[in-house]
């Protein structure tokens, strides 16, 4: 267990539609990442956080958006679903933006 | 923009035979993470290199930082059925971590 917590587990939408995934980072983790991974594909970043600030930005599609609040957890929504935006979603955090990251179990989206 | 590549892309050794995945970026590194992600698992931080031509060692795995602080290694020695999974190495981009293609590893009993 990495102290990672994602929710929820598995999704299932049609296109068109909007959902919002959700990620706790461990206690005292100040940075929060998402990443996406299609089927046997590598982890593509998408987005950084830090303290409530964005930090850097990868291949994040506008039709995806991301914040993190005051206590540190983020969520990324992700709007006007397409059958190519099935995929698995993690979230990581970290101390700050050098360290390691602790990756969450993941979110399961499955569009249909 | 800033690639890190890793070969090869799949690898299939027998148990007890070892194994070798590269990681090679187009610009040099501050510091190389490497990644071990087992099937329908996520990935879990295995080491941290900061030093030019550092050496670590974890039991059975060798991970070294080549001296240009631009390619980086992860070697497995007599691998074992536990050692499947997909192995990534990052490296420090602006303000983010850029992941390797990865290398998926099996092991065949």
């Known amino acids: 267990d990495s102290g990672v917590t994602q929710t929820p587990k598995h999704l299932i939408t049609a296109t068109g539609q909007r959902v919002t995934l959700r990620c706790s980072p461990r206690s005292g983790d100040l940075s929060v990442y998402w990443y996406q991974q299609s089927l046997d594909q590598g982890l593509q970043f998408l987005i950084q956080?830090?303290?409530?600030?964005?930090?850097a930005k990868g291949n994040i599609l506008e039709r995806f958006s991301a914040q993190q609040f005051p206590d540190l957890h983020s969520e990324l929504n992700l709007s006007s679903l397409e059958l190519g935006d099935s995929a698995l979603y993690f979230c990581?955090?970290?101390?700050?933006?050098?360290?390691?990251?602790?990756f969450g179990p993941g979110t399961r989206l499955t569009v249909l | 923009g800033q690639q890190v590549m890793q070969i090869p892309q799949y690898q299939h050794v027998q148990e007890g035979e070892d194994f070798t995945t590269y990681c090679n970026s187009s610009?040099?590194?501050?510091?190389i993470q490497w990644y071990k992600q087992r099937p329908g698992g996520h990935p879990v931080f295995l080491i941290q290199l900061v030093k030019s031509g550092e050496v670590k060692k974890q039991k059975r795995l060798t991970f070294q930082f080549g001296e240009a602080k631009k390619n980086s290694s992860l070697h497995i020695t007599a691998t074992q059925t536990t050692d499947v999974g997909t192995y990534f190495c990052?490296?420090?981009?602006?303000?983010?971590?850029?992941f390797g293609t990865g290398t998926r590893l099996k092991v065949l009993a």
């Open positions: 990581a955090s970290s101390v700050s933006g050098d360290n390691e990251q602790f």
């Open positions: 956080y830090y303290n409530g600030e964005e930090r």
């Open positions: 610009t040099t590194l501050s510091n």
């Open positions: 990052a490296g420090p981009g602006t303000y983010k971590y850029i």
